[in-house]
């Protein structure tokens, strides 16, 4: 079996350190064994949900150090699955609207079940209030944060908003929308872009320009959380993970989103106020 060449659809300028370094290079390794037994992406999310729920499980006992790290490490194994049903959607050129959407669902499911687990541990209305509002603040910025990374993505290539069609799924059009928020203010940039007449160089100075918010804004990935999650039980106080997701977190994509659209917003600018080529004299009309 060849083994597909690596994925370029991730750039590696505001990629995750530990995706760099540990979850994707695991993944990879798994991939030829899952595609030469035809197992789908699909399954692999759904065995990803699996192991988020036994590391739910795990954080249930809390209290004790040793729980704790196994639902550290259950979390890498599901970190390292989400990764892998990608790689196999990919390789395997299954990838899809529903699959996209069933990976997030399951993404967000973990944590749901993480926070119910954590706040039923608990037991006291505080820390149900705290779960519900932390999952509330977990599931926006999470979104907002996926939709930002695939525009940044989709305009390195040079490739402008496109319009797609709605999807017959419900869940998929319920996620799309989600997901679709920032487009009317991230609009004025397509439009340059996609009236560039050098699209190579305008979605260059973009990929480096915006590479910086990007950076701030993956504080947002499932990786922090989980590293989050761990540190708040070892210290013996999970919620001090919730006001994490309530304060810093949403501090920073707020940040991070005005930095963006302000970088989206210079080179706008500086497209306006270019100088228009001047006509060679000889070619001017006599």
Known sequence: MNLPPPDQSRDRRIEDPTNLLVIHPAARRLLPWFLARGVSANAVSVGGLALGTLAACAYGQWQAPGFAVAGLLLSIAWLIADGLDGMIARATGTASALGRALDGLCDHGVFMLIYVVLASSIGTGEAWALACAAGVAHAVQSNLYESE????????????????????????????????TLDHFAAPFDTALAQAPDRRTLAGAYGEAAARPMRLLRLMTANVRVMTIFIACLAGNPRLFWWVEL???????????????????RLVRGLSTRPAPSIPSSSRRT
């Not at 940044?152 to 908003?161: E, F, I």
């Not at 319009?163 to 997901?179: E, G, Q, T």
């Open 149 to 180: 990374r695939a525009r940044y993505h989709r305009r390195c290539k040079g490739v402008a908003a496109t319009a797609a069609s709605p999807s017959a799924n419900p869940l998929v059009r319920i996620y799309d929308r989600v997901a679709g």
């Open 247 to 265: 304060v810093p977190l949403t501090a920073i994509l707020i940040l991070g989103l005005i930095w963006h659209r302000s970088v989206e917003s």
